[in-house]
Protein backbone atom coordinates (compact mmCIF):
# COMPACT_ATOMS: atom_id res chain seq x y z
CA UNK A 1 0.00 0.00 0.00
CA UNK A 2 3.06 2.35 0.72
CA UNK A 3 3.91 1.56 -2.62
CA UNK A 4 0.87 3.18 -4.43
CA UNK A 5 1.08 5.74 -2.04
CA UNK A 6 4.77 6.84 -3.02
CA UNK A 7 3.24 6.19 -7.02
CA UNK A 8 0.53 8.57 -6.83
CA UNK A 9 2.77 11.84 -5.87
CA UNK A 10 4.24 11.51 -9.62
CA UNK A 11 0.79 10.92 -10.77
CA UNK A 12 -0.64 13.91 -9.27
CA UNK A 13 2.20 16.40 -10.27
CA UNK A 14 1.70 14.86 -13.88
CA UNK A 15 -2.06 16.02 -13.46
CA UNK A 16 -1.64 19.44 -12.14
CA UNK A 17 1.33 20.16 -14.66
CA UNK A 18 -1.14 19.15 -17.45
CA UNK A 19 -4.07 21.10 -15.72
CA UNK A 20 -1.66 24.18 -15.59
CA UNK A 21 -0.28 23.86 -19.26
CA UNK A 22 -4.25 23.30 -20.91
CA UNK A 23 -4.60 26.69 -18.28
CA UNK A 24 -1.46 28.61 -19.80
CA UNK A 25 -2.31 27.96 -23.36
CA UNK A 26 -6.21 28.68 -23.30
CA UNK A 27 -7.56 31.04 -25.97
CA UNK A 28 -8.05 34.53 -24.54
CA UNK A 29 -10.88 36.55 -25.24
CA UNK A 30 -10.52 39.81 -27.76
CA UNK A 31 -9.14 42.89 -26.16
CA UNK A 32 -12.24 45.35 -25.85
CA UNK A 33 -10.95 48.64 -27.96
CA UNK A 34 -13.28 50.69 -25.55
CA UNK A 35 -12.44 49.68 -22.52
CA UNK A 36 -8.68 50.08 -23.87
CA UNK A 37 -9.31 53.80 -24.67
CA UNK A 38 -11.16 54.31 -21.03
CA UNK A 39 -8.00 52.83 -18.97
CA UNK A 40 -5.99 55.25 -20.94
CA UNK A 41 -8.09 58.16 -20.30
CA UNK A 42 -8.26 57.22 -16.54
CA UNK A 43 -4.35 56.84 -16.31
CA UNK A 44 -3.86 60.20 -18.57
CA UNK A 45 -5.89 62.14 -15.64
CA UNK A 46 -3.92 60.57 -12.77
CA UNK A 47 -0.86 61.47 -14.37
CA UNK A 48 -2.06 64.93 -15.00
CA UNK A 49 -2.91 65.57 -11.00
CA UNK A 50 -0.33 67.35 -8.92
CA UNK A 51 2.16 66.02 -6.63
CA UNK A 52 1.35 66.07 -2.98
CA UNK A 53 3.51 68.51 -1.14
CA UNK A 54 7.08 67.20 0.32
CA UNK A 55 6.93 65.56 3.63
CA UNK A 56 9.16 65.78 6.64
CA UNK A 57 10.66 63.41 8.80
CA UNK A 58 10.54 66.04 11.52
CA UNK A 59 8.42 68.95 11.76
CA UNK A 60 11.27 70.86 13.34
CA UNK A 61 13.29 70.54 9.75
CA UNK A 62 13.17 72.79 6.61
CA UNK A 63 11.55 71.17 4.04
CA UNK A 64 13.38 69.50 1.05
CA UNK A 65 13.13 70.24 -2.66
CA UNK A 66 15.20 67.59 -4.41
CA UNK A 67 14.41 69.82 -7.50
CA UNK A 68 16.41 72.70 -5.74
CA UNK A 69 19.27 70.28 -5.10
CA UNK A 70 18.72 70.37 -1.59
CA UNK A 71 19.95 67.44 0.61
CA UNK A 72 18.96 66.31 4.25
CA UNK A 73 21.44 67.21 6.62
Known sequence: MEVLRWLLIPLAATLLGILWVTWRSRDRKPADAQQGMDDMARFRQAMEKPL?????????????DPAQGGTRP
Open 52 to 64: PPLHRRNPLEEPV
